[in-house]
């Protein structure tokens, strides 16, 4: 088994991973993520625990018609409770109404827990272990036993831990995965305890299930696989309770690229940063930009010097190349980046500047004033573009404001915000009005209205993204907003940025940057 | 060395944190860090790199006037260049103008970094280690020798890599520091590669410095400290190029209450969480609620049967006591939660309810009916009462909003935006204007002006912050918003929140319930 490299993923994404704090799936989400989960290839989806939650119970019964090409899906519960028979237990009855293949149940491992929480005997513990995965097997599930804080229980009472996995054993379960429930075990005890208890179960697949509460998870999962445990638990982006659990997105490259493991198919890892975007997106996390070999930073470099070596040869500051796990290079504009990165930048539009021309300077300086302000270029780069332009002489204004007022009416009759936009073009003048949703949205439709008039091809341009951010929040409603808009004309995406006190104003800078780079892309060519 | 449990901690959140994408530190902020950093009691402050940064020359002759009672800065910088005396080298310069007791020099220990970036030969580089630690040594200074990218070097050319670190101690560096540059070495490497130097040079200071390219950092760091090393190198919150340092905020924790290192004095463990905010608040960057010991959720319970638990005993599933890291515990309202944690929450206003009233699945699916439609309520818990209130029968209304306006005009004469409140208390209509910068401002002081007049408590009222989040972001300008709002009276501090397609709406929803929650907690009481 130990020799063997093949490691068995199983994603608990939508179990352990619905308990964070901040997360709500619908039950369409749910069937979403499982779709992804199943062509990204992990073997197990463990996907929720019918007995303590109906949304679930209707999950169970829509996913069943799903033809899924390689994952088993897991229904997730405890053994029977206290004193009952498994057959009276009405959450064991959920389990087999959620109708999987495949079942994992959860046991105390910890004899604190079982006094302390269940209330019962060491005896009576170890029986409804042996009772709930024995009635689960006599019906041919296929069961994964969870040994909740295994190894917690390992420290305080190691005879007790170990004897529940006999039990489970004995009962006939398929697998039986170590749980650090509490995430407070570190590398070398994960390392040693997963050991003993390979050398103990020979034959028998060993699981790990790792909490992120030290900072450990993804850590200890890879400790503890190279003390031979092949099926590994986690969830994607380390969702989880409280501090989440191992992040399959890291964990996954770590095992395959890194340590000779095979986890997933390997034409698969290049979707690893789609995947892990996609279900931020889903579960409306903001995705973390330093996430290890997905993050937005993962592969952007900010020094000068670390900029200058990574074009003389990436390798000199990037673990692997990007492009492997679909993530890009980049390469920001900022005050440490160094006059290098914007003179390329500038000479993008007008070779002839080099770094000594005074207009270098003159942008940088412009770029830095901009940053104290609250702007950001790192993620806005048609902005900088444009600012670059103006400061070359090479923009020409494609309209002229007037002036807009927006009105927001509350009790709203239909739509709560109506706005009035007057633009000139070539001294002729053009006034129109719409309304929306919200400032925002009157005012942009009002905008596009008066300039398709004179350049139709804006009808091409949709926004995808929005993002509004507080600056200084002290100041409460005062306070300064940054807004990202990120647009798209089917053909190629761009980032603009505004900032401002007021939210609507921001909005304003950034919409107006969108449309005159796409009439910029279009008239003037790039 | 190696029997010392002392470990030195060595702060680089303004140095390489700095180098995070997505911060920007004025030179104010980096003088408060440097007090917090100091009060929490690192040994060592990197700073800034004088050479590649003006803004940081200012910084260092600011700082000087600073009285620091437990850390010493570091002033950072590379290895003379190629060909140059190091009395000729700018940069060396700016490091000895930067004026501190202590710098620290990195210098390659790759051979394909020396060939690939440097252009030059293994010898000529082994030169440029020792004049520059020589030359500084002979001016007086303590001297960190940074090995940069040492494991990859190990790994490439063992002999070399060990070769650059004889160099260093031979020109007298005070500690030889091992860099994982590029993040990308596992956990046992770490421990093997860092034992074997520290047994070579025994008597001197080894330290360890950790990227978290493959999620790694902060297990790699322990590793290194259980190898030997005894100097530390991270930053808080983890910033730092691409995916981030060793997080000294798990770190410190981890080695000193959980594995018997003394990192900063005991009494000041318990400032973790408010120095890990403080400095996200600074970098302006989003706290990462899931961070180990210090966040939000890290000890945030929201599965129903963990609840349970953690009520019978806290250690069931928590690995510390929050109140040791100055974090707390949290149960979060979410249709997970289980009834007894709402039912908990209706007890509070009337102890009367009881889990099998019918007031109680109403509430229940209010909430979730709610949570649907994109509210959260576990970090607005006086939203969340004032719900209870209302279905309980207990809540009057304060005053009647009858009609608001506003009006926002580009191009703004003094504020953009002027709002016109209508409302009526006991039958008494009030109307009121304000202006403000924005839409959210102007209705807020619209309507406090209206109610002052009624409730005079009100005044005692702020705001504290405003967060904006955009939920369904693919609808762009239209998109779903859920604005939270925090007050305060000085006593006491509370959260609401408000979702609408409409920003203004949203805020003023929020707005409303804060306004009532206070009337509430004053005429009511609680």
Redesign the interface.
């Known amino acids: 088994m130990v020799d063997n490299k093949e490691i068995i993923i199983y994603d608990s994404t939508l179990r352990d991973g619905?308990?964070?704090?901040?997360i709500?799936y619908?039950l369409e989400d749910k069937l979403k993520i499982v779709d992804r989960l199943d062509k990204f290839g992990v073997k197990f989806i463990e996907a929720g625990n019918p007995g303590?939650?109906v949304?679930d119970q209707e999950f169970f019964a829509r996913v069943k018609k799903m033809k899924l090409k390689n994952a088993k899906l897991i229904a997730f519960g405890?053994t029977r409770r206290v004193g009952i028979s498994v057959k009276d237990d009405p959450n064991i009855q959920s389990l087999i109404a959620a109708d999987t293949e495949a079942v994992a149940i959860f046991g105390k491992s910890w004899d604190?827990?079982v006094k302390?929480?269940l209330k019962t005997t060491e005896d009576e513990n170890l029986q409804m272990i042996y009772d709930t995965i024995k009635y689960l097997k006599s019906l041919g599930k296929y069961v994964v036993f969870d040994a909740e804080h295994f190894f917690d229980g390992y420290k305080n009472n190691k005879k007790y831990a170990l004897e529940t996995l006999k039990v489970a054993n004995e009962a006939g379960a398929d697998s039986l995965d170590l749980c650090d429930?509490?995430?407070?075990t570190?590398?070398?005890d994960i390392y040693n305890i997963t050991k003993e208890v390979v050398e103990m179960f020979p034959g028998t697949l060993i699981g790990i299930h790792c909490h992120?509460?030290?900072?450990?998870a993804?850590?200890?999962s890879?400790?503890a696989v190279?003390a031979g445990a092949r099926q590994v638990q986690g969830t994607i982006n380390?969702?989880g309770?409280?501090?989440?659990n191992a992040?399959l997105i890291?964990?996954i490259?770590?095992l395959q690229l890194?340590?000779g493991f095979k986890c997933v198919p390997d034409e698969n890892i290049k979707h690893l940063t789609s995947l892990s975007r996609y279900v931020a997106e889903i579960a409306?996390m903001?995705p973390?930009?330093?996430?290890?070999?997905v993050?937005?930073?993962?592969?952007?470099?900010?020094?000068?010097?670390?900029i200058?070596?990574v074009k003389?040869?990436p390798?000199?500051?990037?673990?692997?190349d990007p492009e492997i796990v679909g993530n890009t290079r980049r390469i920001?504009l900022?005050?440490?980046a160094?006059r290098s990165t914007v003179l390329d930048k500038i000479r993008e539009i007008d070779p002839t500047v080099t770094k000594d021309s005074p207009i270098t300077k003159e942008i940088i300086d412009e770029l830095k004033r901009l940053?104290?302000e609250g702007y950001?270029f790192?993620s806005a780069e048609a902005s900088f573009e444009m600012l670059i332009r103006k400061k070359l002489g090479l923009y020409q204004p494609f309209f002229t404001?007037k002036?807009?007022?927006?009105?927001?009416?509350?009790?709203?009759v239909e739509y709560?915000?109506s706005a009035i936009v007057k633009i000139a073009v070539d001294g002729v003048t053009a006034i129109t009005a719409a309304e929306?949703?919200?400032?925002?949205?009157a005012l942009?439709s009002a905008l596009r209205k008066a300039l398709e008039k004179f350049y139709p091809e804006l009808k091409e341009v949709?926004?995808?993204?929005?993002?509004?951010?507080?600056?200084n929040?002290?100041t409460?409603?005062?306070?300064k907003?940054r807004v990202l808009?990120e647009s798209t004309d089917g053909k190629d995406t761009w980032t603009t940025v505004g900032v401002?006190?007021?939210?609507?104003?921001a909005?304003?800078i950034a919409l107006v940057d969108s449309l005159e780079y796409k009439l910029c892309k279009e008239k003037v060519g790039k």
């Open positions: 619905a308990q964070a704090g901040g709500s619908t303590s939650n949304k405890s604190f827990h302390e929480v429930t509490n995430g407070g570190f590398p070398m992120n509460d030290t900072g450990m993804v850590a200890n890879i400790m190279l380390g969702y309770e409280r501090c989440g992040d890291t964990l490259p770590n890194k340590l409306n903001i973390n930009e330093r996430a290890p070999y993050g937005a930073y993962a592969f952007t470099h900010k020094a000068g010097m670390h200058d070596a003389k040869n390798a000199s500051f990037e673990h692997i920001v900022s005050e440490v160094g940053e104290n950001q790192e404001l002036e807009f007022k927006v009105l927001i009416n509350e009790p709203a709560s915000s929306g949703d919200g400032p925002v949205h942009d949709h926004l995808v993204d929005y993002k509004v951010r507080v600056l929040a002290e409460a409603t005062a306070a907003v808009i401002s006190t007021d939210i609507v104003n909005s304003w």
